[in-house]
């Protein structure tokens, strides 16, 4: 049976992530979206909040559960029986991040096999803090993330149309 883990911060899953584990969901017998409760990062929604947009997100898919967890990504893909750890690539400069993330966690693990699935062209720009940027300016998020994540947007920052002239992120200028 070939089990797979898919790490990450999931604040909040994005319709990208969506796709990389739907696609995973085709390839391998079991999934794990695994959701790490803390990450070195400011988080926008709770551990439990995450996993829960994750479920509903993913309850499409049979054969894809939803954790929680802490501590070394290989030490929880142990624990859940992996041999795989799946990532998405969105743009080159994600490569660098995840071959280091990849050749380190071959040295701690030599058993288990990073597997990177490349983005779908209409979100290689996606990312979740992109989307918590639009939202908490106003915008709207709807065609990137799940409808119930949106509205998970829409409580946490106010809803749009409290916000009366249109503002471009910031992280959408750098470039």
């Known amino acids: 049976m070939k089990i797979a883990i898919y790490p990450g911060s999931f604040d909040p899953i994005t319709n990208g992530h969506v796709d990389v584990a739907t696609r995973a ?6 999934v794990v979206l695994a959701v ?24 499409h898919l049979p054969n894809m559960r939803v954790e929680s967890y802490t501590g070394l990504t290989v030490e929880f893909a142990r ?7 799946v990532r998405g690539l969105r743009v080159i400069s994600d ?21 990177c ?3 779908r ?4 720009f996606l ?8 939202a908490k300016l106003g915008g709207p998020v709807e065609n990137f993330v799940p ?8 409580l946490r920052f106010g809803s749009s149309e409290q916000q009366t002239e249109t503002v471009i992120p910031t992280q959408l200028l750098r470039d």
């Open 79 to 85: 624990l859940m029986g992996a041999q795989f750890i």
């Open 95 to 115: 490569f660098e991040l995840e071959h280091q993330m990849a050749l380190t966690n071959r040295e701690l693990a030599p058993d288990i096999e990073t597997i």
């Open 117 to 119: 699935l490349m983005t």
């Open 121 to 124: 062209r209409e979100y290689a």
């Open 147 to 154: 409808v119930h994540v949106a509205k998970a947007l829409r």
């Open 36 to 59: 790490y409760d803390a990450p070195p990062k400011r988080l926008l929604f709770s551990t439990e909040e995450r996993v829960q947009m994750a479920r509903q997100a993913l309850q």
């Open 127 to 134: 990312s979740a803090s992109i989307v918590k940027e639009i």
């Open 25 to 30: 969901a085709g390839i391998f017998d079991e």
